[in-house]
């Protein structure tokens, strides 16, 4: 059987070596393809988890041009379009079903693991999660809000990504479960980025990634890509607009061979209670004389590490796996 593919590979995995030197390369209507026999392989799966009200936003705009790309190399994508889907963004015990195992006093977070583990969280959340599974990539595509995701993204990321199911204590940060998998925030702003520098009105954009980045994505294990961020965005002219879909289009051909964003390894810490999972005393030795804290969060009363939770290649990162690979 002879299949097609656009040779932007990054969509296809199970190929061998050997047989990626036997792919046929060639051009057909000006995009480059690849046609191969013989052998099964799989198409990556890339979820786009979606909030905007309106189907004309540039939010909208930005998730379709997402969708285009990612199907034109072969990607299988799935989206949830939480607005549309009318997704509850509250966490509450309607996400069980069967009895609770403490009605008196309800803790959402034991109970929904328990009833995660006897398969008893509602449709709504384990569909979400059958596509969290499935996918290589998630990209959360949302307008800031207050510094943050909509709430009713923020209730994907509460109900969905549920104990057990995407986080225990002994499977976070590095050791996380979904180590293997890559996300990306995609968000518009109202600000334009000089309001979020770290002199500008609103302060620092990569504090205010950290609690995304590090305490939901990468505290499940996610490798955490640079995120794309489109500034005051209303504010933009429309041709600039069109441009910058252009650049999304574009970096979402290569995003696969990213480097992610880098975050403190949990090796630096004394991963027990009596230590307070805090980092040792040896990294703290070595960490003393680095001009920089290790991350945007372990600072350790230095200056912030440049761009830690904007850019994959900082000029900080070498100091960062210094501490890390000593
Ligand atoms: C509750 C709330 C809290 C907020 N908190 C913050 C905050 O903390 N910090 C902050 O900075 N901002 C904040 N904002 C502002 C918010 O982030 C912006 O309003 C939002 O990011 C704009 O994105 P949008 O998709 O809605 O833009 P839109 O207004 O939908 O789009 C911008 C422009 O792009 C045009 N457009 C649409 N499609 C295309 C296309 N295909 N090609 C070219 N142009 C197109 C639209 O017509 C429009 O002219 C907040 C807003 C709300 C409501």
Not at 193 to 199: A, K, P
Request: proline fraction near 4%.
């Amino acid at each position: 059987m002879l299949l097609m593919q656009v040779v932007n590979r990054g969509c296809i995995r199970g190929v061998s070596t050997a047989l990626r030197r036997s792919l046929r390369v060639y051009s057909q209507d000006s995009r480059k393809s690849v046609a191969y026999s013989g052998t099964h392989t799989m198409a990556k799966t890339v979820l786009i988890v979606y909030a905007h009200q309106s189907p004309t936003s540039f939010n909208s705009a930005a998730h379709k041009v997402a969708v285009e790309a990612l199907k034109e190399q072969g990607c299988k994508v799935l989206v949830s379009d939480l607005y549309a889907m009318d997704f509850e963004a509250s966490a509450t015990a309607k996400d069980i079903t069967g009895d609770l195992k403490n009605p008196e006093n309800f803790q959402y977070g034991d109970e929904t693991m328990a009833a995660w583990q006897e398969g008893r969280l509602t449709k709504e959340i384990t569909e979400e999660q059958r596509k969290v599974e499935e996918a290589e990539l998630i990209i959360f595509q949302f307008p800031l809000y207050w510094f943050s995701v909509p709430a009713i993204m923020k209730g994907w990321i509460d109900r969905v990504l549920s104990q057990g199911f995407a986080f225990s204590l002994q499977n976070m940060y590095d050791n996380g479960i979904f180590k293997d998998k890559k996300a990306v925030l995609s968000f518009t702003t109202g600000a334009m980025e000089s309001m979020f520098m770290s002199d500008g009105i609103n302060g620092d954009i990569n504090i205010i990634l950290w609690p995304l980045q590090n305490g939901v994505l990468h505290f499940c294990g996610f490798q955490v890509l640079e995120p794309q961020i489109f500034w005051s965005i209303a504010h933009t002219p429309p041709a600039v607009r069109i441009a910058l879909l252009d650049a999304w289009r574009a970096r979402l051909k290569g995003i696969w061979a990213e480097k992610p964003l880098s975050f403190a390894s949990s090796a630096l810490f004394d991963l027990s209670f009596q230590g307070g999972f805090r980092l040792t005393p040896e990294v703290k030795e070595k960490l003393s004389t680095a001009p920089y804290g290790i991350t945007t969060g372990h600072h350790m009363g230095k200056p912030l590490p440049p761009h830690n939770q904007t850019k994959a290649e900082n000029e900080t990162a070498t100091t960062v796996s210094d501490v890390q690979t000593s």
